[in-house]
């Protein structure tokens, strides 16, 4: 990276600055990551020491269908030579190289226990055997007629590949998974038929789009299959790109157990998922009482996945019980798209579908040009001992008079025959058995074979279209070998959408239905009680805390929160702390601010309305169903200008309305003077010289105005009785009347401490 990377001479003392020390060592620790070890080529789709392992194992023969040898033999021969690094960081990738469920072609036929997809480790490298598969040959395939550039090895005692032949489409086909230093790419596997499609299709088309191929490459391919569920806009995106992700869930189906009862059995599950954390998940939620639509889950896999779900009763809908599973678990993963990969060699790039295929296309030309040339260059050096074999045969009794009488007979030979000196080595190297080998017809028949053999390369390399050709025949070989009606070549993932279902069914079906009771202390602690708690009198709290809201609801419920920054916040009860303790602060859930208090705090039921006011005394009738929301901000309803808060809220009940003031003024006027809006600031209800309102109620005529005192009596008065204070809104009011609270609190709003 630069001189300052080589240490000074022994003595000296450089001064450097620290910044450039640190960004020169950094970049080439970064440099070292991307380019050495975490992103795979474009060309191969290897990395590293994958390529190594590969190349180590053809140097050690252990071709398709040889003898299998020891794991730690190949380990050992890869590190000595090419990749000096762990052992156990070598064989982990050996080992993936090899696994059924995690590569969509393995490229190692590996013997013993290579580890499973419940997540168990492999034996030992002395314990298990490998070799390569025909995939790894493909890939391999060519290496020694000078196919690709070779470099020295980190010793300088041997040579290693650049990269490799590629004549199977591994990037795309296997995938690949790495983490850089600032950048990172994931490539799911996809189904090779479907690729080699698809590169047929570029060779045809030069400069066809990535959308174009989506017609041959469906999506994802997976080894352990599953089910895509993401919109074909969505995976068309992430292809163009060459960023996004895949929404994969389990494959699964009801069986059917008599007396109208049934179970799930799932036969697939999403890609690198451990099956054995998957149940214990399950297992963990069950217990947890998460799942409530759930009875039980057993693994009875062998072979093949087998996981059966069985529902907590036969009226449980599978698939919204499905659903809840797919929520919480990881039966439904999300597979990331970042084809971040090294263009040829040295240049990492974020490439879409086409441009990838494209980068895998212009390897196997170039490829082709390099055999294509090595081979030429192998018929010049034939065709040159072929003339020299034919001269020996016309003259073999002279060659042997030569030889056995000249100490020298090399320069004797080249001088008498005109022979070149590769000519002259050819015959004199030539075995004596092989004299009666020696006849014209075959060496004329040899020397035309090589010569038609020659013409139709020189035609090749010159023809650009007869390049394609050749490649084009090689996929469509590779597609055979590959296809559909193989048992390695069948797509195994298929495509389906998500049933659209309620999302508040499917979280009700999520949470056991328990009545709790919700309480809200003064200083703005949340929890829930077991049960329908009438009597608080013994619920503990904080020092300097008490009690200021609780109300009976039901686990699967929500609730309304209504604070003094005129915002609703909506919570589920599900999510809210149990009764041991004091429960948790109400702002963990809730975006609250710190000089923001809670006004009221009740079940939701919707279909109900609520006057909403201001300590201003500003206020409207806003229906249930419209404050209802979604995040931890709430829903601005009463709109406020500073110093202004929400002051009090009530259900609507009945036709008038009771306003009181600080200043003990209560005013009664009718409902219909009060707007609804869903949104807003209202209209003036009371009006204060100075300080502001204090409660609002609303009541029947018939019935009258109620309220009760803090020791919880019950006082009411009729219509007839309230005569003097009835009036307009807007009003000012008339001071309360006798026995009121003196807190100016109607005491028990249905929303508020009894709902």
């Given at each position: 990276?630069?001189?300052?990377?080589?240490?000074?001479?022994?003595?000296?003392?450089?001064?450097?600055?620290?910044?450039?020390?640190?960004?020169?060592?950094?970049?080439?620790?970064?440099?070292?990551?991307?380019?050495?070890?975490?992103?795979?080529?474009?060309?191969?789709?290897?990395?590293?020491?994958?390529?190594?392992?590969?190349?180590?194992?053809?140097?050690?023969?252990?071709?398709?269908?040889?003898?299998?040898?020891?794991?730690?033999?190949?380990?050992?021969?890869?590190?000595?030579?090419?990749?000096?690094?762990?052992?156990?960081?070598?064989?982990?990738?050996?080992?993936?190289?090899?696994?059924?469920?995690?590569?969509?072609?393995?490229?190692?036929?590996?013997?013993?226990?290579?580890?499973?997809?419940?997540?168990?480790?492999?034996?030992?490298?002395?314990?298990?055997?490998?070799?390569?598969?025909?995939?790894?040959?493909?890939?391999?395939?060519?290496?020694?007629?000078?196919?690709?550039?070779?470099?020295?090895?980190?010793?300088?005692?041997?040579?290693e590949p650049v990269v490799l032949p590629g004549a199977f489409p591994n990037l795309l086909a296997n995938g690949s998974q790495g983490i850089a230093v600032g950048m990172a790419t994931s490539i799911p596997p996809h189904n090779a038929a479907e690729l080699c499609d698809a590169a047929l299709h570029l060779i045809d088309n030069r400069n066809a789009r990535g959308k174009t191929l989506l017609?041959?490459?469906?999506?994802?391919?997976?080894?352990?299959?599953?089910?895509?569920?993401?919109?074909?806009?969505?995976?068309?995106?992430?292809?163009?790109?060459?960023?996004?992700?895949?929404?994969?869930?389990?494959?699964?189906?009801?069986?059917?157990?008599?007396?109208?009862?049934?179970?799930?059995?799932?036969?697939?599950?999403?890609?690198?998922?451990?099956?054995?954390?998957?149940?214990?998940?399950?297992?963990?939620?069950?217990?947890?009482?998460?799942?409530?639509?759930?009875a039980d889950v057993r693994d009875e896999s062998a072979e093949d996945v087998r996981l059966v779900i069985e529902p907590r009763a036969r009226t449980v809908d599978a698939e919204l019980m499905m659903e809840s599973l797919f929520k919480l678990t990881e039966l439904e993963s999300r597979i990331p798209l970042n084809m971040n990969v090294l263009v040829k060699g040295r240049i990492p790039q974020?490439?879409?579908?086409?441009?990838?295929?494209?980068?895998?296309?212009?390897?196997?030309?170039?490829?082709?040009?390099?055999?294509?040339?090595?081979?030429?260059?192998?018929?010049?050096?034939?065709?040159?001992?072929?003339?020299?074999?034919?001269?020996?045969?016309?003259?073999?009794?002279?060659?042997?008079?030569?030889?056995?009488?000249?100490?020298?007979?090399?320069?004797?030979?080249?001088?008498?025959?005109?022979?070149?000196?590769?000519?002259?080595?050819?015959?004199?190297?030539?075995?004596?058995?092989?004299?009666?080998?020696?006849?014209?017809?075959?060496?004329?028949?040899?020397?035309?074979?090589?010569?038609?053999?020659?013409?139709?390369?020189?035609?090749?390399?010159?023809?650009?279209?007869?390049?394609?050709?050749?490649?084009?025949?090689?996929?469509?070989?590779?597609?055979?070998?590959?296809?559909?009606?193989?048992?390695?070549?069948?797509?195994?993932?298929?495509?389906?959408?998500?049933?659209?279902?309620?999302?508040?069914?499917?979280?009700?079906?999520?949470?056991?239905?328990?009545?709790?009771?919700?309480?809200?202390?003064?200083?703005?602690?949340?929890?829930?009680?077991?049960?329908?708690?009438?009597?608080?009198?013994?619920?503990?709290?904080?020092?300097?805390?008490?009690?200021?809201?609780?109300?009976?609801?039901?686990?699967?419920?929500?609730?309304?929160?209504?604070?003094?920054?005129?915002?609703?916040?909506?919570?589920?009860?599900?999510?809210?702390?149990?009764?041991?303790?004091?429960?948790?602060?109400?702002?963990?859930?809730?975006?609250?601010?710190?000089?923001?208090?809670?006004?009221?705090?009740?079940?939701?039921?919707?279909?109900?309305?609520?006057?909403?006011?201001?300590?201003?005394?500003?206020?409207?009738?806003?229906?249930?169903?419209?404050?209802?929301?979604?995040?931890?901000?709430?829903?601005?309803?009463?709109?406020?200008k500073a110093p202004d808060r929400a002051a009090a809220m009530t259900v609507v009940t009945g036709e008038l309305v009771a306003t009181i003031g600080e200043n003990r003024k209560l005013l009664i006027f009718g409902l219909d003077q009060v707007p609804e809006m869903s949104k807003g600031r209202g209209v003036r209800l009371q009006r204060y010289l100075e300080k502001g309102l204090s409660d609002?109620?609303?009541?029947?005529?018939?019935?009258?105005?109620?309220?009760?005192?803090?020791?919880?009596?019950?006082?009411?008065?009729?219509?007839?009785?309230?005569?003097?204070?009835?009036?307009?809104?807007?009003?000012?009011?008339?001071?309360?009347?006798?026995?009121?609270?003196?807190?100016?609190?109607?005491?028990?709003?249905?929303?508020?401490?009894?709902?």
């Open positions: 990276m630069g001189t300052r990377l080589i240490p000074p001479e022994k003595g000296t003392v450089e001064d450097v600055a620290l910044r450039e020390a640190l960004e020169e060592r950094y970049l080439a620790y970064a440099l070292s990551t991307i380019m050495n070890r975490a992103l795979p080529d474009a060309r191969d789709g290897l990395k590293p020491v994958h390529r190594r392992i590969l190349y180590g194992m053809r140097l050690l023969r252990l071709d398709p269908g040889a003898a299998f040898k020891k794991s730690a033999k190949v380990v050992g021969d890869v590190m000595g030579n090419f990749h000096p690094h762990g052992d156990q960081a070598i064989y982990d990738a050996l080992v993936r190289l090899s696994q059924d469920f995690a590569q969509r072609y393995p490229l190692i036929d590996g013997q013993g226990n290579f580890g499973n997809i419940d997540g168990d480790n492999p034996a030992a490298m002395r314990y298990t055997e490998a070799r390569l598969t025909e995939v790894a040959r493909l890939l391999i395939d060519g290496i020694d007629e000078d196919a690709v550039d070779f470099r020295p090895t980190y010793d300088g005692t041997g040579d017609k041959y490459v469906k999506g994802p391919d997976f080894p352990t299959g599953g089910i895509i569920v993401d919109s074909p806009e969505a995976i068309a995106e992430a292809y163009v790109t060459g960023r996004g992700s895949f929404r994969v869930r389990a494959r699964w189906k009801t069986e059917e157990t008599g007396r109208g009862t049934y179970v799930v059995v799932i036969t697939e599950i999403p890609w690198l998922v451990q099956k054995s954390r998957l149940v214990e998940k399950l297992a963990d939620l069950i217990n947890e009482k998460k799942l409530p639509l759930v974020v490439l879409g579908l086409a441009e990838v295929l494209r980068e895998w296309l212009d390897h196997r030309r170039e490829v082709l040009l390099r055999r294509s040339r090595h081979r030429l260059a192998g018929i010049a050096h034939r065709l040159e001992v072929l003339g020299g074999y034919l001269v020996a045969y016309l003259n073999l009794d002279k060659v042997i008079k030569i030889i056995r009488s000249e100490d020298e007979p090399k320069p004797l030979l080249i001088k008498t025959f005109k022979l070149t000196e590769v000519q002259a080595d050819a015959i004199l190297n030539m075995r004596l058995r092989n004299l009666r080998k020696l006849e014209e017809m075959e060496i004329r028949g040899e020397d035309k074979a090589l010569h038609e053999e020659q013409r139709k390369l020189k035609a090749l390399i010159d023809s650009e279209d007869q390049q394609w050709k050749t490649i084009a025949g090689q996929i469509k070989e590779l597609k055979e070998q590959f296809g559909p009606k193989t048992a390695l070549g069948r797509r195994r993932t298929g495509f389906g959408e998500a049933p659209a279902h309620d999302v508040a069914a499917i979280e009700e079906a999520m949470v056991v239905r328990e009545p709790v009771t919700v309480v809200v202390s003064e200083k703005g602690w949340i929890r829930t009680l077991r049960g329908h708690v009438a009597d608080l009198s013994g619920v503990a709290f904080k020092t300097d805390d008490a009690l200021k809201f609780a109300f009976p609801t039901e686990t699967t419920a929500k609730m309304l929160i209504f604070g003094s920054n005129g915002r609703f916040y909506t919570l589920d009860v599900a999510k809210l702390p149990g009764g041991r303790g004091h429960g948790e602060p109400l702002r963990l859930f809730i975006d609250l601010e710190q000089d923001a208090e809670v006004v009221a705090a009740f079940a939701y039921r919707g279909g109900r309305k609520f006057l909403v006011a201001s300590y201003q005394g500003n206020g409207f009738i806003v229906p249930e169903d419209e404050v209802l929301g979604t995040t931890r901000k709430g829903k601005q309803v009463l709109n406020l609002v109620a609303t009541f029947e005529v018939e019935k009258g105005l109620t309220w009760v005192d803090t020791a919880g009596r019950s006082f009411a008065l009729s219509l007839k009785e309230l005569k003097e204070w009835r009036g307009d809104r807007a009003a000012a009011g008339r001071i309360r009347p006798d026995r009121f609270l003196t807190n100016n609190k109607f005491g028990a709003p249905p929303a508020g401490k009894g709902d």
